[in-house]
Nanobody
Framework: QVQLVESGGGSVQAGGSLKLSCAASGYTYGSYCMGWFRQTPGKEREAVAAVDSDRGPTYTDSVKGRFTISHDNFKNTFYLQMNNLKPEDTAMYYC???????????????????????????WGQGTQVTVSS
């Protein structure tokens, strides 16, 4: 039963940087499908970035060139490096994962659409990012 603990949020001026962390525990995994999502009050949750252990990263257009998603195999932690932050990036950021045990074959459609928020089984508690102009 994997648990996700998020950290790294905070307040920063426009143009600044933050690095969000999403630490996974309670599950030893091989393949991973991980997404970062954000939500502002009054708006629907939107995808930010996602990474497939086999297919690599995917980004929503608004963050391309500014955000980088990554995974640390030794710490079992996912990251979202956010550079050149803009006020419109202000939101609660959530990480979500689907994981497979090591050496487990994956179906062809597993993590096929990693930017779809209804495809994840486990979610973190969220971390607030506030960007001031």
């Amino acid at each position: 039963q994997v648990q996700l603990v998020e950290s790294g949020g905070g307040s920063v001026q426009a143009g600044g940087s933050l690095k969000l962390s999403c630490a996974a525990s309670g599950y030893t995994y091989g393949s991973y499908c991980m997404g970062w999502f954000r939500q502002t009050p009054g708006k629907e949750r939107e995808a930010v970035a996602a990474v497939d252990s086999d297919r690599g990263p995917t980004y929503t257009d608004s963050v391309k060139g500014r955000f980088t998603i990554s995974h640390d195999n030794f710490k079992n932690t996912f990251y979202l490096q956010m550079n050149n932050l803009k006020p419109e990036d202000t939101a609660m950021y959530y990480c979500a994962v689907n994981l497979l045990l090591p050496f487990t074959p994956r179906d062809a459609d597993w993590c096929r659409f990693p930017l779809r928020d209804n495809g994840y089984n486990t979610w973190g508690q969220g971390t607030q990012v506030t960007v001031s102009s």
